[in-house]
T-cell receptor, first 112, second 110 residues
Framework: DTGVSQDPRHKITKRGQNVTFRCDPI?????LYWYRQTLGQGPEFLTY????????KSRLLSDRFSAERPKGSFSTLEIQRTEQGDSAMYLC??????????FGDGTRLSIL | EDQVTQSPEALRLQEGESSSLNCSYT??????LFWYRQDPGKGPEFLFT???AGEEKEKERLKATLTKKESFLHITAPKPEDSATYLC???????????FGQGTRLTINP
């Protein structure tokens, strides 16, 4: 049983650069979620897709953040003009309707 | 505003010493309460879902219970491999997102 896969596992970049993360959900899961987690805190919701439609977005998702899920399969999260405060673990989760969300192991972003 | 508070922030136990972790919540309408386990450098791993007050779920040495204001995760005779951060999250009626607490970091000493 393949779980949620995220790539890369770690990303180090300079402030001001753009970064893109990829998430491959569990196959047949039509719901996909992005969260952000900083050290010592629980994950914070960013956005939610049902199939290819982005249905819910947090106020945390500023104009510099954009997420896509073309064809309702994998998803990408892009951060433009990165800032120090963007350093965090970015977690992806997927689920079937009315079922628990299952998480990947995240992409750890470090901004120099 | 929907809020989830977990206590204690950190807990150290000796192997075999039973205890409970608390999750208090204030939400407009609860759809479900979830417990996850998170190991360092890993994503949260699903443990339990609870939907209504009085409900209980068990898995090995863990038992989760739910009231109208809080949930408890009871750990019986823990082993060192139970060391992890335990996260509580709520799902609000009409929404898909989970709102997480800050977690309880549990350490079991051999």
């Amino acid at each position: 049983d393949t779980g949620v896969s995220q790539d890369p596992r770690h990303k180090i970049t300079k402030r001001g650069q753009n970064v893109t993360f990829r998430c491959d959900p569990i196959s047949e899961h039509n719901r996909l979620y992005w969260y952000r987690q900083t050290l010592g805190q629980g994950p914070e919701f960013l956005t939610y897709f049902q199939n290819e439609a982005q249905l819910e977005k947090s106020r945390l998702l500023s104009d510099r953040f954009s997420a896509e899920r073309p064809k309702g399969s994998f998803s990408t999260l892009e951060i433009q003009r990165t800032e120090q405060g963007d350093s965090a673990m970015y977690l992806c989760a997927s689920s079937l309707p009315n079922q628990p969300q299952h998480f990947g192991d995240g992409t750890r972003l470090s901004i120099l | 505003e929907d809020q989830v508070t977990q206590s204690p922030e950190a807990l150290r136990l000796q192997e075999g010493e039973s205890s409970s972790l608390n999750c208090s919540y204030t939400v407009s309408g609860l759809r479900g309460l979830f417990w996850y386990r998170q190991d360092p450098g890993k994503g949260p791993e699903f443990l339990f879902t609870l939907y209504s007050a009085g409900e209980e779920k068990e898995k090995e040495r863990l038992k989760a219970t739910l009231t109208k204001k809080e949930s408890f995760l009871h750990i019986t005779a823990p082993k060192p491999e139970d060391s992890a951060t335990y996260l509580c999250a709520v799902q609000i009626q009409g929404a898909q997102k989970l709102v997480f607490g800050q977690g309880t970091r549990l350490t079991i000493n051999p």
